[in-house]
């Protein structure tokens, strides 16, 4: 019973396009929602953040929308860069008895071709 | 720079052996965490610790032991390796719980045969 859901394994973008990567959730008490980053034979990084009371935060190339009516959030790259070649994981922070804990989902692969 | 240090990095076992995969970070952090990342699935929360002599059950604890003796050092305990252990394990230190950044080591890919 997935908390966290990222139903896309792999997106495959051209180099300065847009990358669009989604994410769902089930638990309408989570408080904030976060983007890490993961290349091969590392450990994830963090990437971005959003306060479930924001529709939006900005980080240079780097956006996340936040939709709560639809309990759905998008990661936005823009431009794409083949650095930016990754495995990215949608993670939430609960609250309440399990503050601190992050459930994170599948993760996407995404793939920038230069 | 150190940050989160995992050793091993790969490790094969055979059913019913035991070992200890090690972590240490050196960010004076309170917080430290043990992952594992089955293959195509996220992360799963196996314990965690608030400090040193403290520690907690996460999501996915079965099989596994942990102490917390100082800051630094975490280290994880499989007693009895079974193959549903097969995995990537993680570890993670913040500095307080409920901070949205935590620092990740490199892993350790455990087989178990």
């Known amino acids: 019973d997935q908390q966290v859901k990222q139903n896309s394994p792999s997106l495959s973008v051209q180099e300065g396009r847009i990358s669009i990567l989604n994410c769902d959730y089930t638990n309408s008490m989570f408080d904030y929602f976060l983007w890490y980053k993961k290349y091969p034979a590392e450990g994830p990084t963090f990437l971005i953040s959003i306060s479930s009371i924001k529709d939006k935060n900005e980080d240079g190339r780097f956006t996340v929308f936040l939709n709560k009516s639809a309990k759905h959030l998008s990661l936005h790259i823009v431009p794409s860069q083949p650095g930016d070649s990754a495995v990215y994981f949608c993670?939430?922070?609960?609250?309440?008895?399990?503050?601190?804990?992050?459930?994170f989902g599948k993760g996407t692969k995404l793939s920038v071709k230069p | 720079n150190a940050g989160v240090t995992q050793t091993p990095k790969f490790r094969i076992l055979k059913i019913g052996q035991s070992m200890t995969l090690q972590c240490t970070q050196d960010?004076?952090?309170?917080?430290m965490y043990w992952y594992r990342q089955d293959p195509g699935m996220g992360l799963k929360l196996i314990y965690y610790?608030?400090?040193?002599?403290?520690?907690d059950k996460g999501e996915v604890p079965n099989g596994y032991n942990v102490s917390r003796s100082t800051t630094e050092d975490f280290p994880l305990r499989l007693e009895l390796a079974a193959p549903s252990q097969t995995s990537v394990y993680f570890c993670?230190?913040?500095?307080?719980?409920?901070?949205?950044?935590?620092?990740f080591g490199a892993g350790t890919r455990l087989s178990v045969l």
């Open positions: 993670a230190s913040s500095y307080t719980l409920g901070d949205l950044i935590q620092y």
């Open positions: 960010m004076n952090h309170n917080y």
């Open positions: 993670a939430a922070r609960g609250n309440g008895g399990s503050q601190g804990n992050l459930i």
């Open positions: 610790s608030v400090g040193a002599g403290i520690t």
